[in-house]
């Protein structure tokens, strides 16, 4: 007596990950490398302002799909920044290390994480973001997580 047969697949093979992407004490981002990034509380700004655009005009088109809709909850849920002037300040203060620094300074990808964690410490930063070891010193990593710190929604 054979088991149950398995049904065919009906999907396509999954590409194998090319291996050039890593975000250790090395960046490497493959083709990814010089996009431009948002943070969470970036996303979740333009998402806002999606939905209230599309509100004002009376539409129901991508606003109400369900990626779109998942991902305005998680990002709702995750920014520590959701005063539209508050990210607005965390951009301009962590826009400034882009391209600060030794070894090519800090990147658009980095900018993005330190902005997201909000780490509050120079070492925490750099243990969550490997990548930022030996761009900045202390002094200027906690002089900008400091910053950042002073402005975060806690609710």
């Known amino acids: 007596m054979a088991g149950p047969t398995r049904p065919p697949t009906l999907s396509r093979a999954r590409p194998p990950p090319s ?5 250790t004490s090395t960046l490497r981002l493959g083709e990814m490398d010089n996009t431009p990034c948002l943070s969470v509380a970036e996303c979740h700004e ?11 005009a009376g539409g129901a088109g991508k606003a109400n ?9 998680y990002v709702g849920i995750f920014a520590r920044f959701k005063d539209s002037k508050t990210v607005t ?7 400034a290390l882009l391209g ?3 070894r090519g300074g800090v990147t658009a990808f980095e900018r993005a994480q330190l902005a997201t964690l909000c780490c509050d410490t120079a070492e925490e930063a750099r243990t969550l ?8 010193d202390d002094e200027t990593l906690q002089g900008v997580l400091d910053d950042m710190s002073k402005l975060r929604d806690f609710n």
């Open 19 to 23: 291996g050039d992407e890593e975000a």
């Open 46 to 56: 333009l998402l806002s302002r999606l939905a209230e655009k599309e509100g004002r």
């Open 65 to 73: 799909s369900d990626v779109y809709l998942k991902t305005r909850e």
């Open 89 to 95: 300040q965390v951009d301009v203060i962590s826009s």
């Open 100 to 102: 600060k620094g030794e």
């Open 129 to 136: 973001i490997p990548s930022l070891e030996g761009k900045l």
